[in-house]
Nanobody, 120 residues
Framework: QVQLVESGGGLVQAGGSLRLSCAASGSIFSIRTMGWYRQAPGKQRELVAD???????NYADSVKGRFTISRDVAKNTVYLQMNSLKPGDTAVYYC??????????????WGQGTQVTVSS
């Protein structure tokens, strides 16, 4: 059984910062890519950023230069530092991870989501 537990969401004024964390736990053999997605009301879930086990990162154009994804491999944890937040960043943020367990193999896991609200 694998769980992803997110934390760090909340309410912040435009221009402010938040740091999201997502910790994976359970019968984990290894973790491949970890990432953050978000879903605003009435919109599809979209990729915000992801990071491979080797440390390569990928960002949505809308957050480049403002958000930074990082990972602590030893702790099975991924972080999202969000700076210069805008009202358009308001959404539920979900952690996603590609995790290998035994004997199941490679599967996709999602966190429960954490609300980020940016006021103008």
């Amino acid at each position: 059984q694998v769980q992803l537990v997110e934390s760090g969401g909340g309410l912040v004024q435009a221009g402010g910062s938040l740091r999201l964390s997502c910790a994976a736990s359970g019968s984990i053999f290894s973790i491949r890519t970890m990432g953050w997605y978000r879903q605003a009301p009435g919109k599809q879930r979209e990729l915000v950023a992801d990071i491979t086990s080797g440390g390569s990162t990928n960002y949505a154009d809308s957050v480049k230069g403002r958000f930074t994804i990082s990972r602590d491999v030893a702790k099975n944890t991924v972080y999202l530092q969000m700076n210069s937040l805008k009202p358009g960043d308001t959404a539920v943020y979900y952690c996603k991870a590609l995790i290998i367990t035994r004997p199941e193999g490679l599967n996709v896991y999602w966190g429960q989501g954490t609300q980020v609200t940016v006021s103008s």
